[in-house]
Structures are given as C-alpha cells and as structure tokens.
C-alpha cells in the first residue's frame, strides 16, 4: 500500500498513528497512577518500577517511530515487534503482583498500556491484524491472570474490538485516499486533453476538414485523398475527445479503446460512462474487434459500412460488431474451414475463449454479418 501514494507521501492513515501515540501516553500515565497506589504491596517492588521504566523507554521508542509521516517508516517487524513486548512486559506481572492482589483482580503492571498494540497493528495492517494482535494479548492477559476469568474475557473482546474498529479506519482511509488520487489524475489529465483537443482543433483539424471538402468538390483522385482526409479526421477527433485509458489499478477504459477505431466506415456506439477491465482482457477485445472489422474490410464489399456496439450488462460486457455487407452464404464457412482458411475466425474465437467468454456469428446471404462478443468481468 505504501507504494500506491510514493515513498515519502502523507499516510493517509497518519491521523491513526497519532492517535495510537496518545493512547500511549495517556495508558502510560495511567500505569504509573497504578504503581504508585499499589507498589507497597508487591512482591518485588524493585521489577515493577523497572518494569514500568522499560514501558517508558518503548512509548518513547513507538511515538518516535509512528509519527513518521511515511508509511515505509513505520515497519512492519517494529509494529509486530511491539505486540511482543507488550505481552513480554505483561507476562512479568506473575512476578511482581502477590497472591492476594492476584486474586482481588488487581491490576496488572501493564494495566490499559497494552491497548496500544492492536490498535498500533490494527494501523499498520488492518481489520485483520488488529484482530489477530487483540487475540494475541487477550492470550497474554490470561497467562498473566493464570487463569481464564470473566475479566480476561472483557479485555479480550476490548482489544480485539479496538484492532478491529481502528483496522477498519485504516484500511477505508487509505482505500478512500486512493480513489482520490486516481480522481485527481484523471482530471488533470482530462484538463491537459481538452486543452490539446483546442489546439489540434485550431489547426489540424480545421485543415483536415478543408482538405475533406475541397477534394469531394474536385473529385477524382482528390476525391479518394479526401476520402482518406476524412478518416483521419474522424480517428484524431476521436483520440482527443476520448478520456484517459490507463488506471493505476491495472484496468483500462474499454469505451476510450473501442472509440478510437471509428472511422468513416465505422461508427462506435458506447456508454456514457467509463467500462473498466483489465488491461490484458481489454487489449484483447480490441484485438478481436480489430479483426472483425478486418473482415468487413476484406469481404464485405466497398460500400460496406461497421458498427461496433459496447454494453455494460454488470456480471460481463458485451461487444456486437455489425456490418451491412454481402453477408456469409451457407455453407462457406464451412467450406472455408476444410480449406484451412479460417485463420482470422479462429484467432477470434482463441481470444475470447481465453478470456472465459464466447462469440457468435449470425449472418446470412444480403444480410450482413454481426458477431456478438461476451465476456465476463472478472
């Protein structure tokens, strides 16, 4: 996760990690209100106020290293270091406490100070790692109780609520800052598309129209350089109109793929909004789509016009590809097949295969051909 916002970007989880510091503090200050009141009946006074020295000595080693505003800086062995010696430094309480506290349920050395590991690991690696700390140091605590009490029982559903509750914080935190980020990128790189989408239009379009105009008015050869003007001027209008592709969630934006196959002979019908997949399964639809148009090019006749529908159906999207052409008389296609002359076919159906999906060919003699793609999301 560290990676995702750089290594010396603000954790988005920071406000956490000072929150588990203070927790720190205040527990800490707490354990020395809890000696004071009852160093004078244990039974080694002398481990319990070093006990307590050492308790300081990590707070201040924690606070040093969790107000560190990257990420990277707070280890992932410091914090699961700091679960073991909270429960290191609560297992001493045996040693210190008598009988008789023990068994008036007083507290412990460490008293509240442990909290501060599951919420410190709940900071560093979620719900799941508060969780797994609080379970921890309940154990602990029952090792030090020598026994498995009501008590222990309700700090152990405290700590391991608290490692939950503060693991859910910060993963929704860095999840949220995330998305952000993403937000952002797009928008700066849509700001810096339309500005070049105004400046293109100011030149290259405008003489790529002219071009598109006069040379149908002369016809003849101008009339096939004007043909070819015009696809140009459709595919860059195209390619400046159409939002980023890339993601750094590793998806791409199938729509703004797909868009920029149009053309004079092709229109592309899309959503409104963004289609996501993953990159290798968009660079295949494309692929495939590139195909079929191939075919229409080759076998569908001069005149012909394509058509290239992309639905968003949740569970899988759908591509239809269509043409007005001669369409497939029956019997060719398989003709074609014992002839070994379904190379491009083939390679279509491969790719979708691959990608979990299917294909179907519908088409008949004057009616064209429609291919119609299915492929799942995931």
């Known amino acids: 996760m560290s990676r995702r916002f750089g290594p010396t970007a603000r954790e988005p989880a920071t406000p956490l990690w000072w929150g588990t510091i203070g927790l720190r503090v205040l ?31 990590w ?65 560093r690696f979620g719900g799941v790692g508060g969780v797994t700390a609080g379970l921890v140091v309940a154990a602990a605590t029952g090792l030090a109780r020598e026994g498995f009490t009501l008590d222990v029982a309700r700090d152990g559903v405290l700590l391991v609520a608290s490692g939950l509750l503060i693991g859910m914080s910060a993963s929704t935190a860095r999840k949220s800052a995330a ?8 928008e700066a ?45 459709i595919a860059l209008r195209a390619l400046v109109t159409t939002g980023p592709k890339g993601h750094s969630t590793g998806e791409t934006d199938l729509r703004a793929a797909l868009q920029l196959l149009a053309s004079s ?22 692929a495939v789509v590139r195909e079929a148009l191939s075919n229409v090019d080759k076998h569908a006749g001069a005149a012909a016009k394509a058509w290239v529908l992309l639905e968003d159906v949740g569970g899988e999207v759908v591509v239809t590809v269509r043409d007005d052409g001669e ?14 002359r379904m190379g491009v076919v083939r390679s279509m159906r491969g790719r979708v295969r691959e990608l979990g999906g299917t294909i179907a060919l519908d088409t008949a003699p004057g009616q064209g051909t429609e291919w119609e793609i299915r492929v799942p999301r995931t």
């Open 327 to 340: 369409g497939i008389a029956e019997g060719r296609l398989a003709d074609a097949v014992t002839e070994g």
């Open 265 to 286: 002979k092709v229109q592309v019908a899309t959503p409104a909004g963004e289609v996501n997949l993953p990159s290798g399964t968009t660079s295949e639809l494309v």
């Open 27 to 57: 527990t800490l200050l707490f354990a020395y209100g809890a000696v004071i009141v009852h160093s004078a009946g244990y039974e080694r006074p002398w481990l319990a106020w070093t006990v307590l020295g050492a308790m300081t000595l």
């Open 189 to 233: 790189a849509t700001t810096e598309r339309e500005r070049l989408a105004r400046d293109i239009h100011d030149s290259v379009l405008q003489v790529l129209a002219r071009v598109r105009r006069r040379g149908g008015e002369l016809g003849g050869e101008a009339a096939e350089l004007a043909e070819l003007a015009g696809e140009q001027e």
């Open 179 to 186: 998305v952000l980020a993403e937000a952002l990128r797009t």
């Open 59 to 123: 707070t201040v080693a924690t606070a040093a290293v969790y107000a560190r505003e990257a990420l990277r800086w707070r280890w992932r062995w410091f914090v699961l270091a700091d679960v073991l010696v909270t429960c290191v430094l609560m297992l001493t309480s045996p040693l210190i406490l008598t009988d008789a506290q023990n068994a008036a349920v007083a507290p412990l050395i460490t008293t509240v100070w442990v909290a501060g590991a599951p919420v410190a690991a709940g900071t």
